[in-house]
């Protein structure tokens, strides 16, 4: 059987790869199947059952393309092993997220992590918020590891209020990395179980992966990038609205915060619930609510966090 079909997109190039790198790592999926291309058309020629799930995959390709900004051989590998595809991730959220450097996978372990998997794949903007121990802030950090290796983002930009320091870091010593240090070192620390410590070091040197306080995001456009806010519930709403509004093109923004953890002078003050109330109906932004039986550490931080809520 023959047949010929055209790609529905104004540069191929990005979809077939230079020099049809991608395009030729697709075909060693068919052998028997003989596919060739130019420009737009691909023609192809072989059992029709192997040309109608080659152009299965084709769309599926397509899709993946249509969230990143440019496709690799292992987005194809993804398509066959089912293992961090994104659309299994879009769909389930329970598939592979990353590897630690022992080779442990990392996937949801809860139903709520769960929704906020698939809330990242199908939306730019996602909230997730609920009470200590519940991965949140992990599985924030694991996404956008997988975005970096996958090359979906050119960088990981992870951000914290500085509240114990009043967002005045200037009389703390050393540079600006190691005046954040110890507000950020949760976020480091899942970091490192994801990536090797040498590498890690790399992508911090050369700007891959940036440390940056809150009060220092203003006035930056952040294209291409995964961006964590942790700790938002120590946010106002000046701060919160001047962080979303950094958003630039081909970005993912994540949000973790826990509202009975405010560090504020004021607790009234905390922009995160409020700021959530504002946008939560506008397409494209998701909230993910965790409570206590989400918690995935000790046994015993689940009937802590339920001790003291019934104090509050």
């Known amino acids: 059987m023959k047949k010929t079909i055209t790609l529905d997109t104004a540069d191929p190039v990005s979809i077939l790869g230079p020099g049809n790198r991608i395009l030729n790592e697709l075909c060693t999926y068919y052998p028997g199947l003989e596919v060739s291309g130019k420009g737009n058309e691909l023609s192809m020629d072989g059992?029709?059952?192997?040309?109608?799930?080659?152009?299965?995959?084709?769309?599926?390709?397509?899709?993946?393309?249509?969230?990143?900004?440019?496709?690799?051989?292992?987005?194809?590998?993804?398509?066959?092993?089912?293992?961090?595809?994104?659309?299994?991730?879009?769909?389930?959220?329970?598939?592979?997220?990353?590897?630690?450097?022992e080779g442990k996978a990392i996937r949801a372990r809860n139903a709520n992590q769960e929704r906020m998997v698939k809330a990242y794949f199908n939306n730019d903007l996602v909230f997730a918020v609920g009470p200590a121990g519940t991965g949140k802030t992990y599985i924030a950090i694991a996404l956008a590891v997988r975005a970096l290796k996958n090359r979906e983002v050119r960088r990981i930009i992870l951000t914290?209020?500085?509240?114990?320091?009043?967002?005045?870091?200037?009389?703390?010593?050393?540079?600006?990395?190691?005046?954040?240090?110890?507000?950020?070192?949760?976020?480091?620390?899942?970091?490192?179980?994801?990536?090797?410590?040498?590498?890690?070091?790399?992508?911090?040197?050369?700007?891959?992966?940036?440390?940056?306080?809150?009060?220092?995001?203003?006035?930056?456009?952040?294209?291409?990038?995964?961006?964590?806010?942790?700790?938002?519930?120590?946010?106002?709403?000046?701060?919160?609205?001047?962080?979303?509004t950094r958003m630039g093109t081909n970005a993912k923004f994540l949000v973790t915060g826990d509202a009975t953890q405010i560090d504020l002078p004021h607790r009234e003050d905390s922009g995160l619930l409020r700021g959530i109330d504002l946008v939560k109906g506008l397409k494209g932004v998701e909230c993910i609510f965790f409570d206590d039986r989400d918690i995935v550490r000790h046994p015993l931080v689940s009937k802590i966090v339920k001790a003291f809520d019934a104090v509050d």
């Not at 496709?71 to 595809?85: A, N, P, R």
């Not at 954040?180 to 040498?198: C, E, F, K, T, W």
């Not at 942790?230 to 000046?238: C, K, L, S, Y």
């Open 47 to 101: 059992p029709a059952d192997k040309i109608a799930d080659f152009e299965q995959k084709l769309k599926q390709l397509t899709a993946v393309r249509s969230r990143k900004l440019n496709l690799t051989v292992y987005d194809v590998e993804d398509l066959f092993s089912g293992i961090t595809s994104a659309p299994v991730l879009a769909e389930h959220g329970n598939a592979v997220i990353v590897h630690t450097n």
């Open 160 to 244: 914290r209020p500085a509240v114990e320091a009043g967002e005045r870091l200037g009389f703390l010593p050393g540079d600006l990395k190691d005046k954040l240090d110890p507000y950020l070192q949760p976020l480091y620390d899942a970091l490192g179980d994801m990536i090797p410590s040498r590498k890690l070091q790399e992508f911090i040197a050369g700007g891959t992966i940036q440390i940056a306080p809150l009060a220092y995001m203003r006035g930056r456009t952040l294209d291409g990038a995964c961006v964590i806010l942790d700790e938002a519930q120590n946010t106002n709403m000046g701060q919160l609205k001047m962080f979303l």
